[in-house]
């Protein structure tokens, strides 16, 4: 969904989760020796995780994230799925960045599946993350 003008304040954090998205990808990827390819397209580095971990996102999302898009998916029409959210928002990086030339906006909708991945990863590699509390 296009961001409005008074929401401009929020671009650099969705920058930062759709980063953080394609990071986390990047390092399953690493991490099931799979090649890293040099994207940014968050849905092209999903289809390229394998299967079995593409099902563990999955059911981690449905568990929770898709249960609480799923209202505002319905009410604006956009997929809350999420092979097909990833397709929808699978350039947010580069249009969140350069918004200024993408005069339709960017979709970017997938802010809770930062914290999933990360969450996952601590499960296959807790010595990877460091967990800080912020009060």
């Known amino acids: 969904m296009p961001i409005p003008v008074s929401g401009a304040a929020v671009l650099p954090v969705l ?10 990808l990047k390092c399953f990827l690493m991490h099931d020796g799979n090649h890293v390819p040099e994207t940014h397209n968050i ?14 996102i999955v059911k981690r999302w449905e568990d929770g994230p898709k249960k609480r898009l799923t209202p505002a998916a319905i009410q604006f029409g956009f997929p809350a799925d999420l092979p097909n959210a990833l397709e929808r928002c699978a350039n947010a990086f580069e ?3 350069y918004i200024y ?17 990360q ?6 590699h807790p010595e990877w993350i460091v967990w800080i509390d912020v009060e």
């Open 15 to 24: 920058v930062l989760e759709v980063f953080s998205i394609e990071l986390m």
């Open 43 to 56: 849905a092209e580095l999903f289809r390229q995780l394998g299967s079995k971990r593409k099902r563990q």
């Open 95 to 97: 249009k969140l960045r």
């Open 101 to 117: 030339e993408f005069p339709t906006g960017a979709d970017f909708y997938l802010g809770e599946l930062p914290r999933l991945l």
């Open 119 to 124: 969450e996952l990863m601590a499960e296959v």
